[in-house]
T-cell receptor, first 112, second 113 residues
């Protein structure tokens, strides 16, 4: 079982739609959670951190459910420019320090 | 602000050839990383460094070597390239191992034939 699992998609949605991605993680010792965005043939970039109480950044809302070990990303009013791959990232504290684990990503296509 | 810069961007190697990927960061970060990204597998850590002169193995270190002679540079070497090393390689840095943001270079596309 992968330590961080995501639905690879692709999710095909029209402009203006609301879309949600989930990500599950297996290690209950996971400390920190993030969403990164990666455009086609580009490097990953931090989209937002995910806090226990949930957090919002404009059209993007991230939530964490520690009991069920999943995090989610909600995108409202989708734009063409939101088309990208969204990577779920989990940081685990172990004896050697922090270990950062990247999910394989969920692809989103927003169509006009 | 250049951030993280890696070279070359594209390279085709023959099996058995050697090469070095160069990475430089201008953010004075302590920590640097080399990842490879393959379809359906996410980013996998090859080697990392927590400071000048130190390196450590990541998840998939076999077939690679690294050096961190200067704080701003992190080199990834392939001594004898194999087709299984065909991948996209990303260098990255962060201000500490537990830092929230990892900054990536633009990637290096390597094909081994």
């Amino acid at each position: 079982r992968k330590e961080v699992e995501q639905d690879p998609g692709p999710f095909n949605v029209p402009e203006g739609a609301t879309v949600a991605f989930n990500c599950t993680y297996s290690n209950s010792a996971s400390q920190s959670f993030f969403w990164y965005r990666q455009d086609c043939r580009k490097e990953p970039k931090l989209l937002m951190s995910v806090y226990s109480s949930g957090n919002e950044d404009g059209r993007f809302t991230a939530q964490l459910n520690r009991a069920s070990q999943y995090i989610s990303l909600l995108i409202r009013d989708s734009k063409l420019s939101d088309s990208a791959t969204y990577l779920c990232v989990v940081r685990v504290l172990n004896t050697g320090g922090f270990k950062t684990i990247f999910g394989a990503g969920t692809r989103l296509f927003v169509k006009a | 602000n250049a951030g993280v810069t890696q070279t070359p961007k594209f390279r085709v190697l023959k099996t058995g050839q050697s090469m070095t990927l160069l990475c430089a960061q201008d953010m004075n970060h302590e920590y640097m990383y080399w990842y490879r990204q393959d379809p359906g597998m996410g980013l996998r850590l090859i080697h990392y460094s927590v400071g000048e002169g130190t390196t450590a193995k990541g998840e998939v270190p076999d077939g690679y070597n690294v050096s961190r002679l200067k704080k701003q540079n992190f080199l990834l070497g392939l001594e004898s390239a194999a087709p299984s090393q065909t991948s996209v390689y990303f260098c990255a840095s962060s201000d500490r191992l537990s830092g929230n943001t990892i900054y990536f270079g633009e990637g290096s596309w390597l094909t081994v034939v």
